[in-house]
């Protein structure tokens, strides 16, 4: 395993998971849901590597999200 990346930052969830849409506004990737959805629509946002169209898509522990380079994974809060 590798270190971290110096542009991923972690987010963390209580839950079991959290919809995408939700997640890019916890994580500060978007300013509200409009943005959300512009950006998912136009094919910026990628999870686990692959461009996700979904906005309601459930995200896990040790997802990872991608928006214009930033990359967040989820973790478990402690």
Not at 15 to 37: H, Y
């Amino acid at each position: 395993m590798g270190g971290m990346n110096a542009n991923e930052e972690t987010v963390e969830i209580r839950e079991g998971t959290i919809r995408l849409g939700q997640l890019l506004k916890l994580a500060s990737l978007v300013e509200d849901g409009v943005e959300a959805t512009e950006l998912i629509r136009n094919g910026l946002v990628k999870v686990n590597g692959d461009i996700e169209e979904r906005r309601g898509r459930q995200l896990g522990i040790g997802d990872v999200v991608e928006v214009n380079g930033q990359r967040v994974r989820l973790v478990a809060r402690g």
